[in-house]
């Protein structure tokens, strides 16, 4: 609240504390939500996101209102409230509150793919960034083992540009696509066999030009939002229609058109032979490597969904524990994911007052001390 007033001689600006930061944004949200709804135009030139639609805007930001809603809903001082939004924005006000429902509406940039910094709409991955180092870039197992066991259609060359899969991912030299181990101990010898290809890649599709990469929210979390709120009882049902569609629209994201509905017997064929059908028998929630859930099923969907889609992959493991990973011998910080980041020296150089103000509050600066909505 105190940003952006060095103008007004504000140079050491307090922190908000988190809670106010939410509270803010839902508020913000819902003005947001009653200004679209007037349906002032856009000029189209002027919208890199969705070219003048006002429709879409509006989708856009009540479906960010559900994922803020979702990340704050298990602190113990909101919920009853945060959850009763969930189901008026989705069960009880849905035309009041018209939320993303197709690849259509999207948050994305289309990247015009050019390797130049002057360029308005230039993709980060191509802006000084070295051939070499993209496709340097380590891809695990994890990410790959399953979506080669599924069969998933993302990973199919004959689906793709030049035999090439959706993802761009080159097989190893003697074939096949090969990861490496989840946090490996350093000089244990692992190669990175399987890489992203690059611009370097003469003739290959690569995701560096991709110009879908550019996704700020897609659809299918939307989806997977649903799915997890009905799953818990907070929206109907039944969780299975929000997952499916979840499924369908992760993948028509990068292969449009390829599944109709989830309906479709190619879709059908893919979760039957993938082991992937919805098993409402499970228990909601088990973080036990080993075991799975209604949570697990939900989430390791959400995590394919969320390829590329800024730190939204962390954000959510953070919330749920899901997907479980495999922790490595190499793990440092006791093999646990860090909560948050550090606050940067400088800023404790020139805000020192409130930087203390900050730590005194939340606790201390520590990649393992609990965001707020992370505390019970």
């Known amino acids: 609240s105190q940003a952006n007033m060095g103008k007004e001689g504000n140079v050491q600006p307090a922190f908000d504390r988190q809670k106010d930061i939410y509270t803010a944004m839902f508020a913000q949200l819902e003005q947001a939500n009653q200004l679209l709804k007037e349906g002032t135009p856009i000029v189209a030139t002027s919208d890199p996101v969705f070219q003048g639609d006002v429709s879409k805007w509006r989708r856009f930001c009540n479906s960010l209102y559900l994922r803020l809603l979702l990340r704050v809903s298990a602190k113990s001082e909101v919920s009853t409230s945060v959850i009763a939004k969930i189901k008026q924005i989705v069960d009880t006000n849905p035309a009041e509150y018209p939320i993303m429902q ?3 509406h999207t948050a994305k940039i289309l990247w015009n793919g050019t390797n130049s910094s002057t360029a308005v709409y230039s993709s980060p991955f191509m802006v000084n960034i070295r051939a070499a180092d993209f496709r340097g870039i380590p891809i695990c197992d994890f990410f790959l083992s399953k979506l080669v066991s599924w069969g998933d259609p993302r990973m199919n060359g004959s689906l793709g540009t030049g035999n090439v899969n959706r993802f761009c991912i080159d097989q190893a030299p003697n074939g096949g696509f090969v990861g490496v181990p989840s946090g490996y101990a350093p000089g244990s010898g692992v190669t990175v066999l399987s890489h992203f ?17 550019g996704i700020i929210m897609n659809t299918a979390e939307v989806d997977f939002i649903l799915a997890e709120a009905a799953a818990k009882g907070w929206i109907s049902g039944p969780t299975e229609k929000y997952y499916y569609k979840g499924m369908v629209d992760a993948i028509n994201y990068w292969l449009p058109n390829y599944i109709s509905t989830p309906t479709d017997s190619r879709f059908i064929d893919y979760i039957t032979a993938a082991d992937l059908e919805w098993d409402p028998t499970l228990p909601l929630d088990n973080t036990t490597l080993g075991n799975t859930s209604q949570l697990e099923m939900i989430h390791i969907q959400k995590y394919y969904a969320l390829f590329l889609v800024d730190m939204q992959q962390w954000f959510e493991f953070r919330r749920t524990g899901h997907p479980i990973l495999p922790k490595g011998p190499g793990l440092v910080n006791n093999q646990k994911m860090p909560a948050r980041l550090n606050y940067p020296l400088v800023t ?13 509050i939340q606790g201390p600066d520590d990649i393992n001390t609990l965001m707020w909505w992370q505390k019970p």
């Open 102 to 104: 197709d690849n259509t």
């Open 348 to 360: 404790q150089s020139t805000n020192p007052t409130s930087y203390s103000n900050a730590i005194a």
């Open 197 to 213: 290809n690059s611009d370097a890649d003469s003739n290959k599709p690569t995701l560096q030009t991709d110009r879908f990469t």
